[in-house]
């Protein structure tokens, strides 16, 4: 007998919402405080500490998010040589997929500094990190935030791929209503607008910033 | 018992992998040039085109944008089947990356459009180009030109979210590397390699977009 689609299940997907909404925000703000040491080291003089976050950079822009989760997910199962849940691989994998991304986006707000404001600053006698954290970051991260919340929409996308390992968010709970109900003519498309609904605003809301700040075309769209 | 990396079965599987980062490139490339076409005519119409058309492709770009690839794989491949449309997964997976490309390209192209200044415009005007002409020989090749940088990001992310088209069975390295994982028990180290793989594949791109742009419009930078 098939179950037939109604209310049950769609609050069975909807109530997995909340672990989509849980997984963005680690990864977006455990990212957000990696990303701000990446773009630190990025930007510091040593030559050792900005090619290792080139390094870094390039091989989370590099590669894709799908391979990045299933390298943990094996990757740490082997290293610690315990069977690891989905959670733990998906959290490190999606906070260092971010950290790669929000490093790089702050980066080019950090250059976008004039060099005479770190002049300043040293003739007021501030060092390197005191620089970065009263005069540098507060105004590099206001240039930032379009692309910043743009990246947010990319990686509440990102977090459908968890799915693929048998974390039970929004897509994985819409795949697991379709097998038993014969409805993905239905599932498919609520799963859509969940995160549409979810998305949608904050795309707004990026590119309402883009415009009061007067920025044209920005760099690629994060798919 | 510690896990012994073993890397040696990876040279006995290594014609596979190459198999698999070929038909990447392939469903890569096709899809490009796919969303290339749609970004053209998704652009143009949206700068000459009447209304409703435009609000047509506003509401196409926003619904890709914000919604998952692999949502839209999902629509594509198992929803669609229910109306009667059915297609290989293969198709599927050029179809679904065609649609979600087109729709960033197209954003990306009307950004570099609307930055024409409008003088340019006007200048054209008063040498009695029609508005299609305007837009094809004045506005178009500057702006192609301007977003060119922007678009050849987009399109080595579209070969990175390629890896995601192996969940509906369609063939390219991500779905090789899955099949050989699980007939060697040596996980870790095919998806190492993989991930190599698509890293050299995306210098790979970059440097050869990089070289296109060059043979197109000459040295100086757009």
Redesign the interface.
């Known amino acids: 007998m098939t179950r037939h689609f109604g209310w049950p299940e769609f609050l069975f997907i909807l109530s997995a919402l909340r672990w989509t909404i849980a997984l963005s925000l680690i990864a977006f703000f455990g990212g957000g405080i990696l990303g701000v040491i990446v773009a630190a080291l990025r930007t510091a003089p040593s030559r050792i500490a900005q090619w290792s976050m080139i390094a870094f950079i390039e091989l989370f822009q590099g590669t894709p998010v799908l391979m990045q989760l299933f390298v943990a997910y094996y990757g740490l199962s082997v290293l610690l040589d315990v069977n690891i849940d989905p959670w733990p691989a998906v959290t490190i994998a999606l906070t260092l997929h971010a950290a790669a991304f929000l490093g790089e986006i702050w980066r080019g707000s950090i250059e976008a500094i004039p060099i005479g404001q770190w002049e300043a600053a040293k003739t007021l006698g501030l060092g390197r990190i005191a620089t970065l954290r009263l005069i540098i970051l507060p105004q590099a991260l206001r240039i930032s935030m379009p692309a910043t919340v743009g990246f947010l929409v990319q990686l509440i996308k990102s977090t459908a791929i968890a799915s693929i390992i048998g974390f039970v968010e929004v897509t994985r709970a819409g795949q697991l209503m379709s097998n038993v109900t014969f409805q993905p003519l239905t599932i498919y498309p609520i799963v859509a607008g969940l995160y549409f609904i979810l998305c949608w605003p904050l795309s707004l809301l990026s590119q309402h910033m883009e415009r009061r700040m007067d920025i044209h075309i920005g760099g690629p769209q994060y798919l | ?3 012994v990396f073993q890397f040696g079965v990876i040279t006995d599987h290594l014609p596979e992998l190459l198999y698999g980062a070929t038909l990447t490139i392939e469903l890569s490339a096709a899809s490009m040039a796919c969303g290339l076409g749609v970004a053209l005519v998704g652009a143009t119409a949206q700068t000459l085109g009447p209304k409703p058309l435009r609000w047509a492709i506003r509401a196409y770009i ?2 890709i ?8 794989l ?2 594509l491949y ?6 009667g449309i059915r297609m290989r997964a293969q198709d599927a997976a050029i179809l679904a990356m065609s649609i ?2 087109g729709a ?1 390209a197209t ?2 192209l009307r ?2 459009i ?2 024409i200044p409008h003088g340019q415009i006007d200048a054209a005007r008063a040498l009695a180009l029609t508005r299609f002409q305007i837009f094809r020989k004045i506005v178009l090749p500057p702006a192609i030109r ?2 060119y940088p ?1 678009l050849s ?2 399109f ?3 070969m ?5 088209v ?2 509906i069975s369609a063939t390219e390295l ?1 779905a090789i590397t899955n099949t050989l ?1 699980s007939t060697t028990f040596r ?2 180290e095919f ?2 390699v ?2 190599g793989m ?2 050299v594949m ?2 790979g791109f970059r440097f050869v977009l990089r070289g296109l742009q060059r043979l197109i419009f000459g040295r100086q930078p757009a």
């Open positions: 018992m510690p896990y926003e619904l944008r914000n919604t998952p690839f692999l949502v839209q999902f629509i198992f929803s669609l089947p229910a109306l979600n490309v960033y954003e990306i950004g570099g609307e930055s301007a977003v922007a990001s987009q080595i992310l579209l990175l979210a390629s890896s995601v192996s969940t991500t994982q996980a870790f998806y190492f993989a991930t698509y890293l995306a210098i």
